[in-house]
């Protein structure tokens, strides 16, 4: 079982991580501890591996600094369901292996606090008894996804994905 | 069908006729960027992909800027890994201090963006270079490690969105007013995954630092570009900066455009973004009411030789406020060599501003003028997110340098012709 974190519009990457809690400021393993530490103090100490963040509009915009998103992952984020997104955090959570879920139906049904259960690799959350079928990934999303990180794929097939 | 000139760089740089909108592409780059705080990441990324060499050492950029001079420890410890692993690929274009400059003002100063090119950087405003009729856009670390790697990247072929500004500028209005404006009517994500297109009359009579200056926040809007056209300015700009050779491309008169804005230049006033997002703009002369504590007129937005020029021209035998820091940052070291020599240096110090080293230090809460608790800063940087420049509950807004010259004096948010 998981969480539902739920987040508003223009969520920006200083709120998820603010510069000064970049990770040579501090230190690297430190890092999840400072998802969203002054936007949303108890997110760092509550979240668990597997919880979602939903948010509505404009999601992760901002500096391109890559530790907003990888401070997420660290934590075990499982999925980010937003209307839309940021299109450098795009790259980077697709880049870092983080699925992602454009669909504003789900993040309507989706609240703050809700239990669920996801299964990314499908595009399947399932709350309160009520499945919602999650708009499909590309296909070279899902194989950067399936091989961990864009930097494993390449290391691992000496090309781009969908190539 | 006619095609905008993002489509058609990406198009001669994938090895394709041409290509379309929302088409997937995985292109050449011809310039690769980090700075001090995204490098390290990449270097590590890069290393994970196991490549022993970058794909070409002349087309890595490494420019130390964001915590340097080094604050502390940390900020040492990250420049020195760059430092080394410059020195370690034999990186030509790895800048340090004495010889760094911001890198957005830095990389066209040095001649190493031209138009037509395709640039990636591990910073948002590597959108910056549009100005110059490149395709360039801001990535994370990760895909500059793939580009490091292998001198290539998988993009999407954006949407082109045009913005037509026409007319004359009211006096003291720039490229900052006219971005802000725009990012205003537009918002936040007005432009999300889109090329932002500037033209018209107005455009094409801004000079070259107005245009980077508003290439460079075609991200304020979430946009992944911000172009303009190559005219004689940008032609001139580009002259006795390098040899290479450059192509240059254009929008057909039919290209296909997803929206179009028309604004009359007329219309736009000297304008401030207000605390927390930049589309939360007034015009200048509306906010007289806001007590300042700081002034920060410097960034890859307005630290080039004419914003200095603008700041110190108004600052010239006046005082800065008892109240207020002013602090001014030349964005690299010929702007910094530029302003001594002009006299600005020595207008603004009397004036009781402080001129600092370049660095990007303030904008993003790094160093060099962190704001307390309950401050209010006016700033010609790109961004006034809820902390973005120290305390959660100090504030930023965002303006063009002729109004943050005039607030540093008024110890308000002014305008020129208030002084």
Known sequence: MARVWKFGDDIDTDQIVPGRYSPYMTSDADLPKYAFIEFRPEFPKEVRPGDVIVAEDNFGCGSSREYAPLALKRCGIAAIVANSFARIFFRNAINLGIPLFEDPAAVQALNDGDVVELDAAAGRITVGGRTIELRPQPRFVQDILAAGTIADYIRDHGRFPGE | ??????????????????????????????????????????????????????????????????????????????????????????????????????????????????????????????????????????????????????????????????VVIEGELQPWVGGKDLILHTIGDVGVDGALYRAMEFRGSAIESLSMDGRLTMANMAIEAGGKAGMFAVDQTTVDYVKGRTQRPCMVYASDPDAVYVDVKHYRAQDIPLTVSRPHLPSNTAPAAELSSVAIDQAVIGSCTNGRIEDIRVAAELMRGRKVHPYVRCIVIPATQDIYLQSVREGLVEALVEAGAVVSTPTCGPCLGGHMGILAEGEKCVSTTNRNFVGRMGARTSEVYLAGPAVAAASAVLGRIGIPQEL
């Open chain 2, 1 to 162: 069908m006619g095609r905008t000139i993002s489509e058609k760089i990406l198009a001669a740089h994938s090895g394709r006729q041409e290509v379309q909108a929302g088409e997937f592409v995985e292109a050449s780059v011809d310039m690769v960027l980090a700075n001090d705080i995204t490098a390290p990441i990449a270097i590590r990324e890069f290393g994970r992909i196991g490549v022993d060499r970058v794909f070409d050492p002349a087309k890595v950029s490494l420019v130390c800027d964001h915590f340097t001079p080094n604050k502390d420890i940390n900020s040492a410890q990250q420049c020195k890994l760059v430092r080394e692993f410059a020195r370690g690929q034999d990186i030509p274009n790895f800048y340090d201090v004495g010889r760094v400059g911001i890198e957005h003002a830095l990389l066209p100063e040095q001649g190493l963006v031209l138009p037509g090119e395709v640039v990636v950087g591990a910073d948002s405003h590597t959108c910056t270079y549009g100005a110059l009729g490149a395709f360039a856009t801001g990535m994370g670390s990760t895909d500059i490690a793939v580009a490091m790697a292998t001198g290539r990247i998988w993009m999407r072929v954006p949407e082109s969105m045009l």
